[in-house]
């Protein structure tokens, strides 16, 4: 009997340290790029021994690998952890790392430049360190693509809110391997400015620096963390996309403006409805028409989107379903209308949100409005973009209030 015992004992010990040990290398066979999936399982072996170095290295924050971003603490522990595996992008072979890093900076007192930087030395030379030197001699290889979520907090109509912020970050192999060898800060920082940074998929210019006129060079930022607040999830990010469109000159609103757009679009939209319909559920009394809004020009498309009782819930959640359920499947439909369309700078997917309720007079009724770059709605259309990247993209407003929205936080409350 007691060898028994001792037996289940040990049996319980090491299952319970094999449960955290979770993988952290995508398997070879779910890459479905044959050139690809060949690297995976060439490197197999380097990338297992890169990710314990990357898991166990003393973070400030808590800091995890995970295919999905901008998670909490305790949703990360049921995300898939598989973060490490090769890719393409822009036509270079790279070596992808994406995971979040449990610590939020405050956007009054830290610049989106230093955000960068003390991501970059907390978490993202860690893991240039630990895979770099086992890939030096891969001649496939031209890059590592990083991409970590952190938060940052800022204020918002008086209330503070803490919102996700996805920095990515595209390093030369030569660049990485110096970074990784040294421990020089000036060589580390170098690296950083030799690489591509993208900070929520929009790419970055990180110098020159902001400095007082009498500073002769801007200093490299020490790798201090800043107090981390709880984080709130929100839909997860796409993987890392090419850089966005240059930014649409400014336009002409006035209202003649709008209705020489309005008469050389007519046939289009004309067609669009027709067609559309059954899908889009357009409001008769309220046709397609060119609309200002933050001095650019919007196509507003005023449309019902209709939920069932079981949704009730409050007024984010509401927006939150109509754009999943309803908004988000007329985005692909709509811009096929509108392929070559430079005139104007986005679409106003105008929505009247409807819930039946149990009785007579019962239903709850709310008006959305999801303001979108058209630039972002193409990105979007091709899958560059999630729905939440969409989101935080443009503007929301709710009743005639803007709000931020945060689509998997929002579905999840249920009362209001």
């Known amino acids: 009997m007691r060898k028994g015992n001792a037996g289940l004992a040990v049996a319980v010990i090491l299952t319970a340290v094999a449960v955290p040990c979770r993988p952290q290398v995508l398997a070879p066979t779910e890459i479905l790029d044959p050139a690809m999936q060949e690297l995976q399982q060439k490197h197999l072996a380097e990338l297992k021994a890169a990710a314990v170095d990357i898991t166990t290295h003393n973070y400030p924050y808590k800091f995890y690998l995970s295919r999905t971003l ?153 790798a201090s963390p800043l107090p981390a607040s709880p984080l709130r999830a929100t839909q997860p990010p796409a993987p890392i996309a090419a850089a966005p469109a240059p930014p649409a000159p400014a336009r002409d609103v006035a209202a003649e403006a709008l209705q020489k757009l309005q008469d050389a679009y007519q046939q289009q939209l004309d067609r669009m409805v027709h067609e559309l319909d059954s899908e889009a559920h357009f409001v008769a009394y309220a046709p397609p028409t060119f609309v200002a809004f933050h001095n650019q020009s919007y196509l507003q498309l005023s449309v ?18 109509a754009f999943d359920r309803h908004v988000s499947h007329l985005i692909r439909p709509v811009i096929g209308y509108l392929k070559q369309s430079q005139e104007f700078d986005g679409i106003d997917f105008s929505s009247t949100v409807k819930v039946s309720g149990p009785g007579a007079g019962s239903a709850v ?50 009362r209001q």
């Open 365 to 414: 009724t709310e008006s959305v409005e999801f303001f979108f770059p058209l630039a972002e709605l193409r990105r979007y259309e091709q899958y560059d973009l999630t729905g939440q990247q969409l989101i935080n993209s443009g503007f929301v407003l709710i009743n005639g209030e803007r709000v931020g929205l945060e689509l998997q936080s929002a579905e999840s409350v249920t």
């Open 70 to 222: 901008d998670v909490t603490s305790r949703q990360e522990q049921l995300t898939d952890q598989r973060s490490i595996r090769f890719a393409r992008f822009q036509d270079r072979t790279v070596l992808q790392v994406t995971g979040n890093y449990f610590a939020a900076y405050s956007d009054e007192t830290v610049s989106q430049n230093e955000r960068v930087k003390r991501t970059y030395l907390d978490v993202m030379l860690p893991i240039l360190r630990a895979a770099a030197a086992r890939l030096d001699k891969e001649p496939q290889m031209d890059a590592f693509a990083i991409e970590v979520s952190h938060h940052v907090r800022k204020r918002v109509l008086g209330v503070t809110v803490e919102t996700p912020e996805n920095v990515a970050l595209i390093v030369p192999q030569a660049v990485a391997e110096k970074a990784a060898s040294s421990n020089s800060m000036d060589d580390q920082m170098i690296a950083l400015k030799q690489s591509t940074v993208y900070v929520d998929s929009k790419p970055v210019a990180l110098w020159p620096e902001p400095a007082p006129e009498k500073a002769a060079a801007v200093s490299p930022v020490p």
């Open 304 to 321: 019902t989107s209709t939920l069932s009782p079981s949704d009730a819930g409050s007024q984010y959640r509401l927006a939150a379903l």
